[in-house]
């Protein structure tokens, strides 16, 4: 089975800091990979995702992520943080399978970042 | 667009009682999953359903029932609460087509039992 590993359990970063949110995946096969976060209160929102072609996706609000198939990493970076990005980070992952179709997702333990002004 | 949506969002049980936490989307999704969140945990699977009339196990099934008669709808039912079901619960739905797929979560649903 797969799992998903945030090594990173709370990071505390002032505004305008970059910022680097490590994630590592078991699976030998193809995946699908995805970065989550989840504002205070609320549900979880797609920031980016990776299915195929180029390895640095960029997402929404300034985030990216690069896929580096050969340390099994999909690591969140953005330059400069901002308060509003306080929240926490969730890196999930999902196998693709010989069809083209992907199984559930496998989600990590979450990383908190708390953005100081 | 409505997307996911959950309800109740709060909701205190006592032990041994029995609730449905109820989840529609309208996104015509295929995919659909019940996740749980616990603090330092990240969110477990519980269970999911690949389409109408079909269910199956996830990582933390025990204690939980789903069913899946149409494809907008999927609910989770306790039968005996226990404090371990004391939680965050997200609903989640998706096309699973080819190339991968995007999850979408509902609000949330908090659980507590005392």
């Known amino acids: 089975a797969q799992s998903v590993s945030q090594h990173n359990h709370h990071v505390i970063l002032s505004e305008a800091a970059s910022l680097e949110l490590g994630c590592n995946y078991s699976y030998g096969g193809t995946v699908n990979l995805f970065w989550y976060v989840q504002y205070p209160g609320q549900h979880l929102q797609l920031l980016l995702k990776y299915f195929s072609g180029d390895p640095l996706v960029k997402g929404i609000k300034g985030f990216e992520a690069e896929f580096i198939k050969s340390k099994f990493s999909f690591n969140l970076r953005k330059p400069s943080v901002q308060w509003s990005d306080t929240a926490e980070y969730f890196c999930a992952v999902n196998r693709r399978r010989y069809t083209g179709t992907a199984s559930k997702l496998t989600f990590g333990t979450g990383t908190r970042l708390q953005v100081t002004l | 667009n409505a997307g996911v949506t959950q309800t109740p969002k709060f909701r205190i049980l006592k032990i041994g009682q029995s609730m449905t936490l109820q989840c529609a989307q309208d996104m015509n999704h295929n995919y659909m999953y019940w996740y749980r969140q616990d603090p330092g945990m990240g969110l477990k699977l519980i269970y999911y359903s690949v389409g109408a009339g079909i269910t199956d196990k996830g990582e933390v099934p025990n204690g939980y029932n789903v069913s899946r008669s149409t494809t907008e709808d999927f609910p989770l039912r306790l039968e005996l609460a226990a404090p371990s079901q004391t939680s965050v619960y997200f609903c989640?739905?998706?096309?699973?087509?080819?190339?991968?797929?995007?999850?979408?979560f509902g609000e949330g649903s908090w659980l507590t039992v005392v």
């Open positions: 989640a739905s998706s096309f699973q087509g080819t190339s991968g797929n995007t999850i979408y």
